[in-house]
């Protein structure tokens, strides 16, 4: 497996604009999480889904963020309008059970690092 | 919440032991404890993972006490391309089950 898979890997976008990440977990896991990192505040849980249904998304900071997973091998992080302030590197990891069961790791793609202008 | 603290950061030299110890002072009684590893411009990456007592693989060695609200990292002999953050994470927070991210402890080995 290629592990997991965010593209882009970096964009660069107007403040005002809509931006879409992009997320392929491995196959065969039921568990997909969106992180955000910037050097203020590290890593962040934005969302999380299990089984393609959202479970907690708490994290999402405000109504310019949603998730979607339309299927078990993709999921998309949309933020519109974009801000500068959202600038930062978003992470997409998923698992193949529950986080904090045994033998249980989360897998990180290589990151989009976003820039709003 | 289970928050965890660590330090801010440390140096070490190359060829030494590296100790990174992690207080989770209310870590619950189902909760394993899990250390990732994040290089620059990369993803965090899984290290190790215990329940109690000593665990041991490849890479590092994980020691927790009997009362759990701590725990250690160790890394034998660490090389220049161990430099990064290590991350002990909480997992639990009230109803559901999440990876929780500190601040990590940034690891700086010089030559």
């Known amino acids: 497996d290629a592990g997991v898979i965010q593209s882009p890997r970096h964009e660069v976008t107007e403040m005002g604009q809509e931006v879409t990440l992009r997320c392929k977990p491995i196959?065969?896991?039921?568990?997909l999480f969106w992180y955000r990192q910037t050097m203020m505040r590290g890593l962040e849980l934005l969302i999380y889904f299990n089984n393609n249904v959202p479970i907690d998304d708490s994290g999402m900071p405000e109504d310019r963020f949603s998730a979607k997973m339309p299927n078990a091998s993709f999921s998309t992080l949309k933020i519109q309008p974009s801000e500068p302030r959202d600038s930062a590197v978003y992470f997409c990891?998923?698992?193949?059970?529950?986080?904090?069961?045994?033998?249980?790791?989360?897998?990180f793609g290589q990151g989009t690092r976003l820039t709003v202008v | 919440l289970a928050k965890t603290t660590q330090p801010i950061s440390m140096d070490s030299y190359e060829g030494q032991e590296v100790n990174i110890t992690c207080s989770h002072n209310n870590i619950a009684t189902n909760d394993y404890i899990t250390w990732y590893q994040q290089f620059p411009s990369q993803g965090p990456r899984f290290i190790i993972q215990?329940?109690?007592t000593k665990v041991t693989n490849e890479v590092a060695s994980l020691f927790i006490p009997a009362d759990r609200k701590s725990s250690t990292l160790s890394l034998p002999r660490v090389s220049l391309s161990d430099t990064a953050v290590y991350y002990c994470l909480g997992t639990r927070t009230s109803g559901t089950y999440k990876y929780i991210f500190g601040t990590g402890t940034r690891l700086k080995v010089l030559a």
């Open positions: 215990g329940y109690k």
């Open positions: 990891a998923s698992s193949l059970s529950p986080p904090g069961t045994p033998n249980t790791e989360a897998f």
């Open positions: 196959s065969g896991h039921d568990y």
